[in-house]
């Protein structure tokens, strides 16, 4: 199966998805992520460009995103949840988008989940393991989320370190979108 662009699968994200369609999105998302990256020569896999990440630096960047995703709406720790409130905040994913890029656009940047390594070291062998690391967090994702209803999802708050308050259904909308947002800049990147 050759991947789709990345940039093509932005395009194309449905504007509002309810739980087992999120659940589908993040296994699609999944699979994809785990060809593209797996097909990227372990040389190129470590080079980091001339501006921005290499795509091992992308992949660590989404992993530590992801990660803390999904420990924060495990079931047993939706408690941490209730320090940011209440809403029923119904963005669509285009609004998601929008409202990140505009952060993007007027200075905002990866601040805390930023790779804290700027090396060209290839660590032969490190590739597969960076890879499993974002799946398997993905993965984690999609297992917890069969615990929340689709109210839940609208009316429980989480904060983004750019956004603010979120709904959770809104920051799973942004967090799809992050995984293809990344993953298209390093595809491009790569078929220059």
Known sequence: MEVQSFKEKIIHLPSNLDQLELIEQFNNAKNELLEFY?????????S????????????????????????????ELKFLLLLF??????????????????KLNSGSGAGFFSPLFASNIIDIGKKNSEIKSLI?????????????????????????????????REMLYFSLYHLYHHSSKVQMRLNK
């Open 38 to 46: 797996t097909s990227i020569p372990e040389n190129i896999f470590f």
């Open 85 to 102: 409130g209440r809403g029923n905040s119904k963005k669509s994913i285009p609004e998601i988008i929008k409202i990140y890029n505009n």
């Open 48 to 75: 980091k460009p001339e501006n921005g990440w290499s795509p091992q630096e992308n992949i660590k960047h989404l992993y530590s995103a992801t990660f803390v995703l999904a420990l924060f709406i495990r079931k």
């Open 136 to 168: 398997d967090s993905i993965q984690e994702l999609i297992n917890v989320l069969p615990s929340w209803t689709d109210e839940e999802l609208d009316n429980t708050n989480i904060v983004h370190p750019i956004l603010g308050i979120l709904s959770v």
